[in-house]
């Protein structure tokens, strides 16, 4: 992981230092600045350096924790210390929300399948593949904030309050959580509808019910345990699909996390944060398939025994 991890910070570092872009004019009014004042800053900035000292200079400050942003001069880690938890949330309940009705969706699929139920399915399957993030967040606002009035439109929590109330932040996540879990959640419901018919043939499941064990054991048990496997790898290959497109759910429902930081820091060409939140969710990638490795030992003891 080690290795892997600083050919992505050298890949993102080299990316960003060659986008178009000056941050030293973006930082101060360039109607009033002197060229002596541009060039204090960006010696100030580091910007003077050759890019490999650059590099080294902003890995060695992102380790030990003391990189800090361009704009405001704090320091890197407590600026996305501060927004991680809200798109931790809205990423964690977007999954676990996507999981569980994509892998109901797709399982009920299998067992009825070529049945209206299973075209009603695959019909909501391809509405999530198909439809834009952007233009499903303004639709859901347009709906249940403007005309009905039921959900708030921006927001993780009321005017005032503070803390980590769920029951109040519910509404706030409500739409941010469909928005974002709705891809996610087509691609589990075809996985797991066309992993589960390829169990529901197998020999063990025949044999299983052969044995007279009850139906319900023989789809949970059997059946669908066997036929996670493809849906938990999917699982951790959506970890970066969830970090994206909270960029453009955070937007649009001005919602202080992660994805909206990316983006602001994108405009002002705050280097440093860019760097770090790239190098964050690569990390949260590499855990990810970490954690579905050995999840799939969970899933099928053969992994586990062989």
């Not at 202080?256 to 949260?284: H, K, Q």
């Amino acid at each position: 992981m080690v290795p892997l991890l600083l050919g992505i910070s050298l890949i993102s570092y080299a990316i960003i230092r060659f986008a178009p872009g000056d941050p030293s004019r973006l930082l101060v009014d360039p109607e009033h600045a002197t060229v002596e004042q541009f060039a204090s800053l960006r010696q100030e900035l580091g910007l003077d350096d050759p890019l490999p000292v650059q590099y080294v200079k902003t890995m060695k400050a992102l380790v030990t924790g003391e990189l800090r942003s361009f704009k405001t001069r704090q320091r890197v880690i407590e600026i996305v210390w501060e927004r991680l938890p809200v798109t931790a949330l809205l990423g964690g309940v977007s999954l676990a929300l996507a999981t569980t009705v994509g892998i109901a969706i797709g399982a009920v699929q299998a067992l009825r399948a070529n049945s209206a139920l299973d075209e009603a399915g695959t019909m909501v399957a391809l509405f999530g593949f198909s439809v834009p993030s952007f233009w499903l967040a303004l639709m859901l606002i347009m709906l249940f904030a403007v005309r009905l009035h039921w959900l708030p439109v921006s927001g993780i929590r009321p005017i005032g309050a503070e803390g980590w109330n769920l029951f109040a932040m519910a509404p706030f996540l409500a739409l941010p959580t469909v928005v974002l879990g709705t891809g996610v959640l087509a691609s589990i419901a075809r996985y797991t509808r066309s992993s589960m018919l390829e169990a529901l043939a197998q020999d063990f499941v025949r044999t299983a019910r052969a044995k007279g064990l009850p139906e319900r054991s023989v789809v949970i048990r059997h059946a669908l345990r066997n036929s996670l496997l493809p849906v938990i790898t999917l699982i951790g290959l959506f970890l970066p699909v969830l970090v994206g497109g909270a960029v453009i759910v955070e937007t649009i429902f001005a919602i202080p996390g992660i994805g909206r930081l990316g983006l602001e820091s994108v405009f002002i060409r705050d280097y440093p944060v860019i760097l770090s939140i790239n190098v964050m969710v690569a990390t949260v990638v590499l855990v990810g398939n970490l954690v579905a490795d050995v999840a799939y030992a969970l899933a099928d003891p053969r992994i586990r025994f062989g």
